[in-house]
């Protein structure tokens, strides 16, 4: 790999570990992040940038001085997108709208008689298209759709 690769891959990397850390401990100044991550502080305050650019991160108002300038708090931008989460069950659709940190915006609940997969499915287009109306505007908008489907496993079987 190429040098300029793997300054990429590091950067990225840093990237993910800075965001992480605003998620876990929202809300959080520039120079904790430092801390808990290792990371220099002019390299966490260029990716805390970057995120902010991309929305993922916000800057809210001063937090608590320990001697000098009080610091800009970090909060995680959990409407920067959306998911939807869907579980089919015998009998019924269960439907949940979430934003990034998974806290439930919107939920739905539907009993199905019918198991023709087209109405099945037809139901589950439908069941989709209604949250992401409840959806609110976000820079990201539906970033993911996960469903659970009951069913038999098998670890022996080599096919479909």
Known sequence: ??????????????KALVLKTIIEHT??????VAQVTGLNKGTVSSLVSELIDEHFVMESGPGESSGGRRPVMLLFNQAAGYTIALDLGVGYIDA????LNGEIMVKKHAKM???????????????I???MKEMKKSPYGLVGIGMGV??????????F
Do not use: C
């Open 1 to 14: 790999m190429s040098r300029t690769w793997n300054q990429y891959i590091v950067k990225q990397e840093n």
């Open 27 to 32: 809300p959080i100044s520039r120079a904790k």
């Open 96 to 99: 949940a709208l979430t934003d």
């Open 113 to 127: 008689h019918e198991r023709q997969f087209d109405t099945v499915f037809e139901h589950i287009v439908s069941t």
């Open 129 to 131: 298209h209604t949250l």
């Open 150 to 159: 009951p069913g038999v496993v098998n670890h022996e079987a080599r096919s």
